[in-house]
């Protein structure tokens, strides 16, 4: 090994750390650690592109502007961050009287609704809509018997429902578009494979009606919102974005202390998303140090091929560093690894075998299938090329 390839490897390091204190909840406290890395060579225009491509500008932007001086960290840095973060505050306060345009006309149709994600959780556990960074899309649940009237009402509004991608027996969710603003996601389930009746019934009863910006609406509790975040970082490309942890880190400082965890884990069997929350646990905690009562990790039960399988792609080093795999999960393995993690049987290995080497012929026959086929295929190879 050269000295520039030696000299490569000891930088990324020094970058990792320094991104991950920087996103730390308790930042402030870091200061001579920040201060630290910097000096000894952390590579500060990485770290603010890394930022801006995993969803996390804002919260690094704030741990450098308010405990770093500018001249240690580089103007260059400092201001492609302020940039994003100013962009992300005003895009997000334009979108955010849209949503709550929605969230009334839903309460007025007496549709109940629950905002996954988004502006509201920014709000809710970082007190700021800005430190999420921007969303592409909402994210809304409503129960499956009003999702015809949910459409409707945001037809009502402007939107147009997008062509499904999904034969019917797959769709957990309809897209809705309106010019100059977000799409909409509506959802009446949190999965599109792994359906669980008592889940979605579970996660409704662990809804309470709350009040934002003078509109009322419902959200989760918790429990129920740590169970919900870890399925949605397993069960799509959300390894990417370092947000979707973050957002986990936060839950658990805010409510960790009021959380039942022997519930928790009770409730994670039950609604198939033991594996979820195994994974979110564990990637997580590698990272931030996540005060949780660790033995809740053996409650879940897991056998030792699961969690050695759960943990080669939930780990610290695939979200910061292993491309390959991190890679290799958006293209291919998103939605399998869910799968996968909650199949609880042979039986239901097997099934998750057949729909990913034999779909249903009316998948097959979607255009939209082959795209996604190939696409995956090409980023799959660049990644390997890339390595």
Known sequence: MNYSRARSTVLDKRTERLLAASLKKDAATHEEALLGLIKEGADLETIARTARERGVSSLVYRALRFYVPVDKIGERSLQSLRVSHAASSAVNEYYKD????????????????????GITLAHRLYGDIASRDRSVDVDLLVREKDKDRAG??????????????????????????????????????????????????????????????????????????????????????????????????????????????????????????????????KVTDSIFDVNFPKDILGKLRLSLPKRIFITTFANKRVMLRSRFRRRLLDSFLSYILFEISEAGSFKDHVNVFKRVCWPPREIMGKRGYLERLCSGAVRYLTSMLNI
């Open 98 to 117: 849209e949503l709550v345009r929605v969230l009334e006309h839903f309460s007025a149709l007496d549709i109940a609704v629950i905002p996954l994600k």
């Open 152 to 281: 409707a009402a945001l037809k009502e509004l402007g939107y147009a429902r997008a062509p499904a991608d999904e034969i019917s027996s797959y769709e957990w969710c309809h897209t809705f578009h309106k010019p100059r603003a977000r799409m909409i996601e509506l959802h009446w389930d949190i999965t599109m494979m792994v359906r669980s009746t008592e889940r979605i019934e579970g996660l409704w009863e662990g809804a309470e009606e709350t009040k934002w910006e003078g509109v009322s609406f419902y959200d989760l509790k918790p429990e129920e919102l740590l169970l919900y975040l870890s399925a949605h970082l397993v069960n799509s490309d959300s390894f990417r974005k370092l947000k979707y942890l973050c957002d986990i880190d936060r839950l658990i400082d805010k409510y960790g202390n009021d959380i039942d965890w022997d519930a928790l884990a009770e409730k994670a069997v039950k609604w198939r998303l033991r594996g979820s929350l195994y994974a979110a646990l």
